[in-house]
């Protein structure tokens, strides 16, 4: 069966590839399971949607910053571990505007191939994860938190 494509925002793309990440490093110390195996493929395939982010991100930085009188960037440049990071000048008024640009790619809408795990979720998947994996990895599952068991004297 053919997987159909999913509409999702960048924010939720990149919070899903940060939290996949994360749970994927944590259980590689363990065996490769299949929902394990599904993220690391989505990860992978989220790849280059994750670089053209960054680069829409630039081009913005870039076109909102401010020049000086020769039509230069004003920009300077720090050290962050073995990286070299540029930082630009802005008016206050070109950073409102960078600001909220920023905000609307974030909302704006990807369209990507999920790959869907067949096997077991975790049990350690909790809830707000399975949201967070929802619709990348895990096609379907309750909207809703699930509510405790209730108690001894509500059962009677």
């Known amino acids: 069966m053919e997987d ?9 793309l990149l919070t899903f590839r940060r939290n996949a990440q994360m749970y994927v490093q944590i259980h590689m110390k363990e065996k490769m399971n299949k ?7 989505m990860i992978s395939r989220t790849n ?5 982010y960054h680069d ?3 081009d913005l930085r870039v076109d909102k910053a401010s020049l000086d009188e020769k ?8 050290q962050q571990g073995n990286n070299t990071i540029t930082k630009y000048e802005f ?3 070109a950073l409102k505007e960078l600001n909220k640009d920023i905000r609307d790619i974030g909302k704006s809408e990807v369209e990507i191939e999920p790959y869907i795990c067949t ?5 350690d998947v909790t809830f707000p994860m399975k949201e967070v994996f929802h619709p990348f990895v895990i096609k379907d599952f309750e909207d809703k938190e699930p509510e405790d068991e209730p108690k001894e004297e509500e059962k009677k």
């Open 91 to 93: 008016t206050p008024k």
């Open 48 to 52: 280059e949607l994750e670089a053209k």
């Open 71 to 78: 039509g230069n960037l004003i920009s300077r440049e720090t």
């Open 56 to 58: 829409k991100l630039h």
């Open 119 to 123: 096997g077991a979720i975790p049990d």
């Open 35 to 41: 929902f394990a195996y599904a993220l690391t493929k």
């Open 4 to 12: 159909t494509k999913i509409k999702v925002s960048y924010e939720k």
